[in-house]
């Protein structure tokens, strides 16, 4: 029997928890041309809303295309067009026959390389060359705009990982012509979004940056409980197995409603389930996540510097002043430059938070393994 809980993969039809208000001010705000920027954590469900409110949007709406790129793998500003002109054109046609007469079409003077890999999928890979780049880079920035002219649709381009911008070679410069291009255009519209909310916030928050003001920032917050507690149950009655609003709100709690975790832990508990869910199945669950985690876990932290993870060790401890004497001393954190450099860079990895109740960890996951496997050896 399939689990009624998805995770892992981007959450879809029965699989997506119902983010209503956020849906439809998406959806609203596309339709009408506004770009939109989504932050929040990482994997707490913005490509699934992103992929829900245009697959509506698209339902309702015949003179949209939708380009979908991903940034993640992207890392100079060329392959950045290369990866924009290729979901652009493939968004106004799924037939590899048209995409050379799009191509050509609309790129002018410029001396691109394309060509269409022979993959059952028929992928259209398309090569700038530098020279280009250079020379048309304006151009290049204002084709997604010409294509919807031309072709009298409106796209809406969506770009997830859009934070990874901030890590190309003369990023201020890209970023000045990109918003500058992106400003001027009125037949394409922006949804932006991606996993590091820090950068996010600076690229789109910040009074001196060129995209500020670029659009309507959605803040992600988490999904309320009640809602959750129903998606549970519904999941559970839907394969003829049981659990009560309490065990499902338990499920929610310990993962501290992060998406991602609430549905990793409802799956194992769902597996782990007979009949009817008790406690000794969401304890068992529990430990079946925490494992499964493990190898990620392990990596992330053999990645930190000795202080790094001595301060991590400080605030799960309930450690306030990190400057303290005693504190520092205690948990050996270095230099008053070491902590500031430290602190900065495991909040703005979305590692921790400070809260009013001190620091927090971000993964509730991590938070558990991290108790487990380096506290109590420690």
Not at 239 to 245: D, F, P, V
Not at 288 to 317: D, G, R
Not at 341 to 362: A, C, P, S, W
């Amino acid at each position: 029997m399939a689990s009624p809980f998805q995770y892992g993969t981007i959450a879809s039809g029965r699989g997506f928890v119902n983010r209503k208000q956020e849906k439809e001010q998406v959806k609203s705000n596309l339709l009408a041309g506004i770009n939109t920027i989504l932050i929040s954590p990482r994997r707490w469900g913005k490509t699934s809303l992103v992929n829900e409110s245009i697959s509506e949007i698209c339902q309702v709406a015949s003179d949209r295309r939708v380009c979908q790129l991903d940034l993640f793998a992207v890392s100079s500003e060329e392959e950045f067009y290369e990866e924009l002109l290729r979901a652009a054109v493939q968004s106004i046609s799924s037939r590899p026959e048209h995409w050379m007469e799009i191509v050509h079409s609309h790129l002018g003077a410029l001396t691109a390389n394309f060509a269409i890999r022979n993959n059952p999928s028929n992928q259209l890979s398309i090569s700038i060359p530098s020279y280009d780049v250079e020379k048309h880079s304006c151009e290049i920035l204002d084709l997604v705009e010409r294509i919807a002219i031309d072709r009298q649709l409106r796209i809406i381009a969506c770009i997830d990982e859009f934070q990874n911008i901030a890590y190309f070679k003369n990023y201020e410069s890209f970023e000045e012509r990109l918003a500058a291009a992106w400003k001027q255009q009125h037949h394409v519209s922006y949804c932006l979004y991606g996993s590091k909310r820090h950068i996010m916030t600076s690229i789109f928050g910040d009074p001196s940056k060129p995209f500020h003001h670029f659009g309507e920032v959605v803040t992600l917050e988490k999904i309320p409980i009640p809602e959750w507690v129903d998606f549970i149950m519904d999941g559970f009655k839907s394969t003829g197995k049981r659990i009560s609003a309490e065990m499902a709100e338990r499920i929610v709690s310990l993962m501290d409603g992060h998406s991602w975790y609430v549905q990793q832990l409802s799956h194992f508990v769902w597996m782990n389930t007979i009949l009817e869910v008790d406690l000794l199945g969401i304890e068992r669950s529990i430990s079946q996540i925490v494992s499964t985690n493990s190898p990620y876990f392990i990596a992330e932290y053999e990645s930190y510097s000795k202080t790094q993870a001595n301060m991590l060790k400080a605030m799960m401890l309930g450690e306030h002043q990190l400057t303290s004497k005693r504190v520092m001393e205690s948990y050996e954190l270095g230099t008053n430059r070491n902590i500031t450099r430290n602190k900065q860079m495991l909040e703005h990895t979305d590692i921790v938070e400070y809260t009013d109740d001190g620091y927090k960890f971000l993964d509730p996951v991590f938070a558990i393994w991290f108790k487990e496997r380096v506290l109590r050896r420690g």
